[in-house]
T-cell receptor, first 115, second 113 residues
Framework: GAGVSQTPSNKVTEKGKYVELRCDPI?????LYWYRQSLGQGPEFLIYFQGTGAADDSGLPNDRFFAVRPEGSVSTLKIQRTERGDSAVYLC?????????????FGPGTRLTVL | AQSVTQLGSHVSVSEGALVLLRCNYSSSVPPYLFWYVQYPNQGLQLLLK??????LVKGINGFEAEFKKSETSFHLTKPSAHMSDAAEYFCAVSKEYGNKLVFGAGTILRVKS
């Protein structure tokens, strides 16, 4: 079956611009996660959705970052007024349910470059 | 707060040699522990996980890891390295009632012929 997909695979933008990154989770997965992976580091948690609601957004670095999942499936990560420090690979993952033991399946990521 | 430390950002082994990638964690509650592998230009793939029960966990591609509570460790091993094992490996921890994974910084494994 289809895995987690993310679009675009690469995004180059200029400082100050607005970007949207899309994640299509595995069908039927109720939980969706966003992580950010900077060069040479492990992924860092940003936000977690259970269904349509954000259950934990403690990892969002500031109010320029926002994510939605209006119908409980596809999610969009939105970044306003991008800065060069936002350059990273943004990873999306989904799992069947909540709880730390559920395996998270990762997408290939979106590489964001802010010039 | 939970954290993960992976000792050695780069590990180099000869083909056929033992692979040992080290992971230590800190957690205020019994943890769930994971190893993920990332091949170049690909997404993270789960190798194995420890949730409860047997402390020696076997995963895909011949890898295994042992949860040692007294040492707060979850080291990844493979008896005989293969060239196809060359990749970056991440150890991660999660709580039962929380869902986010906390990752280590990763270890790049190089396999020499």
């Amino acid at each position: 079956g289809a895995g987690v997909s993310q679009t675009p695979s690469n995004k180059v933008t200029e400082k100050g611009k607005y970007v949207e990154l899309r994640c299509d989770p595995i069908s039927g997965h109720t939980a969706l996660y966003w992580y950010r992976q900077s060069l040479g580091q492990g992924p860092e948690f940003l936000i977690y959705f259970q269904g349509t609601g954000a259950a934990d957004d403690s990892g969002l670095p500031n109010d320029r970052f926002f994510a939605v999942r209006p119908e409980g499936s596809v999610s969009t990560l939105k970044i306003q007024r991008t800065e060069r420090g936002d350059s990273a690979v943004y990873l999306c993952a989904s799992s069947q349910g909540q709880g730390g033991r559920n395996e998270q399946f990762f997408g290939p990521g979106t590489r964001l470059t802010v010039l | 707060a939970q954290s993960v430390t992976q000792l050695g950002s780069h590990v180099s082994v000869s083909e056929g040699a033992l692979v040992l990638l080290r992971c230590n964690y800190s957690s205020s509650v019994p943890p769930y522990l994971f190893w993920y592998v990332q091949y170049p230009n690909q997404g993270l793939q789960l190798l194995l996980k420890y949730t409860t029960g047997a402390t020696l966990v076997k995963g895909i591609n011949g890898f295994e890891a042992e949860f040692k509570k007294s040492e707060t460790s979850f080291h990844l091993t493979k008896p005989s390295a293969h060239m196809s094992d060359a990749a970056e490996y991440f150890c991660a921890v999660s709580k039962e009632y929380g869902n986010k994974l906390v990752f280590g910084a990763g270890t790049i494994l190089r396999v020499k012929s």
